[in-house]
């Protein structure tokens, strides 16, 4: 780097980068405090291993393939122009300059770790909502899938400038209500049906037992730790300087992942009104309860995330409040009506959020440029805006909703929950689960405090071994 400005610019991008990877880091550490909370005592050590896990497993298959994958297949399947790999994939091998030390680029590494925080997220999604009664080696065959798969396929198809969904459907999700959220809560409702519910959540006549946290204070911390990070995501979905003029006209701007104008000012009045409203509807609707306050509070958020560069704050309230309603609800219609066993409400949170928020996203936004145009792609499906950009519009965002959904969330989970369940490593066995997923491996989480069961344990006490008896005799 020879020019001081252009140096300053990549030194600052890598830095900006740097330190959004940094704040992101405590999505995770929150999430691992949340699920840590809801769990019961007996099964502390195994939800907190199964976390950290995540981190090694799906950092190494990113490096692998994962970051390679969205720059391969923005394509499509046999969709867009190009039919197939996108050659700029050829510069993403793991063994390619660029994946190492490397003076000439100094923005792959941190973009990538940005990337790889996102996959860590896609993947915790999945583990609050199967605590209690899942193989860790199950788990993480699923967070190799939705971490440095599924998602990061999504994010070619949706979540890049050239990605076939932007250019041809003016799919917009900026910061990833549908990219993420939708793909992952839509994996977890896979799994949750396949896996079952705990032991005693659900009473020989149907009805629903709560299954309260063991700590609702790590939950509620976990939770504020997971809005700390998200914003830091937020920022790391925005490009810090790009020239998004004419080379006539140069103007420099911040731009979000399609290189669509943007700034972080608009983006921080949004990220608060979005969860101001949330948590003030999960307030009214919960009647106070903190977990669905706070709960409530992440789905405002998701739901606003799509438009969140573009919405007036006033929207972004509007939108964040009636996707925390709908998220509420549709958690405990899905427990009533289906008797999915979600311990941390992650089906709604993420994928019901998520879902609406992409489908909203297409209504307020409708005509706005999704992307600049690609060069020898086809005429968008469904209008363009009167410079010829790609239009956002609600069929192409409500296509691009089922698709996150159920073809790249719901569909590959459930064939792999199946599998899974087939050869016998999905769910724990019922002694297990009874004594609880420590005891075999751990010693107790709270070796100074006398073992107390609460009114729930006895009868899942109760109700597992009566369980385990008749299945014995019957054997």
Not at 289 to 304: D, R
Not at 348 to 360: D, E, K, L, M, R
Not at 431 to 457: C, H, I, M, Q, W
């Amino acid at each position: 780097m020879t020019d001081l400005t252009d140096s300053l610019n990549v030194l600052f991008t890598e830095f900006y980068y740097w330190v959004t990877i940094v704040i992101m880091f405590l999505i995770h550490v929150g999430f691992m405090i949340y699920e840590v909370g809801v769990s019961r005592r007996k099964n502390l050590q195994h939800v907190l291993i199964k976390n950290i896990m995540v981190i090694p497993v799906v950092t190494v298959t990113f490096f692998f393939f994962g970051w390679w994958l969205y720059f391969a297949f923005i394509h499509g399947p046999f969709i867009n122009a190009g039919m197939g790999l996108d050659p700029l994939a050829g510069n993403f091998y793991p063994w390619s300059p660029l994946m190492g030390p490397h003076m000439g680029d100094r923005i792959n590494g941190v973009f990538w770790a940005a990337f790889l925080l996102f996959s860590w997220t896609a993947a915790s999604i999945i583990s609050g909502a199967i605590i209690e009664r899942v193989w860790t080696t199950a788990f993480l065959i699923m967070a190799v899938l939705v971490g440095s798969v599924t998602w990061i396929i999504g994010a070619a198809w949706g979540w890049s400038p050239n990605g076939w969904m932007v250019q041809l459907m003016g799919y917009h999700d900026a910061y990833a209500s549908g990219i993420i959220h939708a793909i992952a809560g839509g994996s977890t409702l896979a799994v949750v049906m396949v896996l079952g519910p705990r032991i005693g959540k659900f009473g020989p006549n149907g009805e629903i037992r709560n299954i309260p946290p063991h700590n609702p204070w790590m939950a509620s911390i976990g939770l504020m730790m997971i809005y700390t990070g998200f914003w830091g995501f937020y920022a790391a979905c925005n490009i810090p300087v790009f020239n998004v003029g004419t080379e006539g006209e140069p103007f420099y701007s911040a731009t979000n992942i399609y290189l669509m104008p943007t700034t972080l000012s608009g983006i921080t009045f949004n990220f608060l009104m979005s969860l101001s409203g949330g948590l003030l509807v999960g307030f009214i609707l919960s009647k106070g309860q903190p977990f669905w306050t706070l709960s409530a509070g992440l789905a405002g958020i998701i739901t606003a995330s799509a438009g969140n560069d573009l919405y007036h704050p006033i929207q972004a309230m509007i939108i964040g409040g009636v996707g925390a309603a709908i998220a509420y609800k549709a958690h405990y219609l899905l427990e009533r009506r289906l008797k999915i066993d979600d311990a941390v409400g992650a089906v709604a949170v993420h994928g019901v959020a998520g879902f609406f928020g992409v489908v909203i996203a297409g209504f307020m936004l409708w005509g706005y440029p999704a992307a600049a145009p690609l060069a020898g792609s086809a005429t968008p499906w469904f209008g363009v805006t009167p410079d010829g950009f790609p239009a956002i519009n609600p069929l192409g965002n409500l296509i691009g909703a089922f698709i996150l959904t159920f073809v790249l969330g719901f569909a590959p989970f459930y064939v792999l929950a199946r599998v899974l369940k087939a050869f016998g490593i999905l769910r724990v066995p019922r002694k297990v689960e009874l004594a609880g997923l420590d005891t075999n491996t751990f010693d107790s989480s709270y070796p100074y405090f006398a073992r107390t069961y609460t009114d729930f344990e006895e009868i899942e006490k109760r109700e597992g071994l009566e369980e385990l008896s008749a299945s014995e005799n019957r054997t």
